[in-house]
């Protein structure tokens, strides 16, 4: 791996999350620290089964650093699976359920896993591929003759700690991104990555019996960042199977959730339920927002109606920069991100990487305590995503476009690399392109992200057709969905006579985008 030497201050982090976690089970062993549904566990029990999965896991040949996948909705062996993995010296290899069989199939390849977890949910996902693959599988919520049965292996191990020394630059999780072309970029954090990010458990009352509602997948950044600290703090964290605005209410007002996590469209869908007002929120004490911009006009109403306080992070899975908006206390910068965390700088650069004037616009570069250990396997792509001051320290590249105002607060502007964010989920337009690319009645292509209500903005295929071509643009685009992930899909294609490039041949996305975002302008 390339040496990335992230700045930790006079204070570096001195211990790992697998220790915390294990002094907080010996401390309050009858607290409760997961619930989900019905289920609910204390965090005694919850310190047996993390042992059990470790000691399973070395059972079946685990060695230190080595990957182990899950492919899973949120529920309590995934929680259980995450820290149990960590404790045997593992990297917790989260899959995402929105990816395609192909992409999954490559994820699982690329990372050399050695043991695979799967819920029945998610089974045919895997299921052409999976028994060819050499590693150790196991049902998690279901009987198949080539998987062991998770309940079954686990009740065969020790619920002794296992006490498999964790050092800081360990790895800890590799977290991939969705695609159907190529191979999947894994990006890795090591345990000074994740454990970096625990001083902002006491700022924010992660360690004060918060009881933090997570509805995002654990096999997102933005989940993890707020599963963490709240396992960090000794505290509870209610999960949710799958997200549902009325039901997310109903858990607020029963459970008496202090913290939250959620990404834009989340906060829209809940802004808009009919009697939103009707429900008892008040115990909601701090409420956190990332993963995509979250409108202007959406934090004024979570302000003005949804109690405690809104917090917005702009930051990356690869980590770096980090800005927060304290939505609260700058009501008059609410089309910001916000300001630089402790310790983090951000520079931006022209395309030259140049440092641009104070208030141009120009690429983002953020370095911080928080940053990957670079792309799993592939110093390649981490090199091209470095930039360097001109003291040679590391920056990584946002590829978003923004600006600082005169008082310090990022403006995001145009995003420079094509990526689409749906539902607080990334989706990179050349994935897609590449899929009605290999349309044979399709010419030409762009795919570009359209304001969405449901999801915040959502792909928009435009394609130029041969001349013969007598397809039409549903069935073009019911070919192209039918071999792309489920939160990849094509929200519709529409048929262009040319599309607009420039001199050198790009075609211009911004002027094809335009028309769709004005009406969404101030």
């Known amino acids: 791996m390339l040496p990335i030497n992230p700045p930790q201050g006079d204070s570096p982090p001195g211990e790992t999350i697998v220790a915390r976690l294990r002094a907080n089970a ?106 060819e693959m050499p590693l150790k599988r196991f049902a998690i919520d279901f009987v198949h003759e080539n998987f062991q049965d998770y309940e079954a292996a686990l009740a065969q191990a020790s619920t002794s700690d296992p006490l498999i020394p964790i050092a800081m630059s360990d790895p800890f999780n590799l977290i991939y991104s969705s695609g159907t072309t190529g191979t999947p970029k894994g990006i890795l954090h090591n345990h000074l990555m994740r454990a970096a990010q625990m001083d902002r458990v006491t700022p924010n009352g992660y360690d004060d019996n918060a009881r933090t509602l997570l509805s995002t997948p654990l096999y997102s950044n933005t989940t993890i960042v707020s599963f963490l600290p709240t396992l960090f703090g000794g505290s509870t964290v209610h999960l949710m199977s799958k997200f549902d605005a009325r039901t997310y209410l109903e858990i607020v007002e029963r459970e008496q959730i202090t913290h939250t996590m959620l990404v834009p469209v989340q906060y829209k869908r809940i802004m808009d339920i009919p009697d939103f007002d009707t429900f008892d929120l008040s115990s ?78 120009g690429e983002i570069c953020g370095r911080g305590p928080t940053m990957m250990a670079g792309y799993y396997g592939r110093d390649d792509l981490t090199s091209a995503y470095i930039w360097r001051d001109a003291k040679g320290h590391v920056y990584f590249r946002s590829g978003d476009m923004g600006s600082f105002d005169v008082d310090g607060f990022l403006v995001l502007s145009d995003r420079k690399k094509d990526m689409i964010i749906s539902g607080g989920l990334n989706i990179y337009a050349n994935d897609l392109e590449l899929v009605l690319l290999a349309d044979p009645d399709v ?27 007598t397809r039409t643009a549903k069935e073009i685009l019911e070919a192209a969905n039918a071999k792309l992930g489920k939160s990849q899909r094509l929200s519709a294609i529409e048929v262009r006579d040319t599309l607009p490039r420039s001199t050198i041949g790009k075609i211009l996305k911004k002027d094809l985008r335009a028309p769709y975002w004005e009406k969404e302008q101030p």
């Open 284 to 361: 909601m004490r701090v409420k956190f927002s990332t993963s995509a911009p979250l409108r202007a006009d959406v934090k004024a109403d979570v302000l003005a109606r949804f109690p405690g306080t809104l917090q917005e992070y702009y930051g990356l899975t690869e980590g770096g920069g980090v800005t927060v908006l304290a939505a609260h206390e700058h009501p008059d910068k609410l089309h910001t991100v916000g300001k630089l965390a402790p310790g983090n700088d951000i520079r931006l650069i022209d395309s030259e990487g140049r440092e641009v004037a104070q208030g141009q616009v």
């Open 443 to 469: 010419t030409d292509v762009a795919v570009i992200g359209v304001p969405s209500d449901a999801w915040g903005e959502t792909p928009l295929g435009l394609v130029t057709l041969r001349v013969a071509a």
């Open 26 to 131: 010996a401390l309050h062993p009858d607290r409760l620290a997961l619930v989900c549904g019905a289920a609910r566990v204390t965090w005694g029990d919850f310190e047996e089964r993390i042992n059990r999965v470790a000691n399973t896991l070395l059972l079946n040949g685990l060695q230190k650093g080595d990957n182990v996948a899950i492919l899973s909705a949120n529920s309590i062996p995934y929680a259980e699976l995450f820290m149990g993995i960590l404790r045997a010296g593992g990297c917790v290899t989260p899959l995402s359920s929105m990816a395609s069989s192909d992409a999954l199939q490559k994820m699982l390849t690329d990372c050399g896993a050695v043991a695979v977890f799967v819920a029945e949910q998610f089974f045919g996902l895997v299921a052409e591929f999976i028994t």
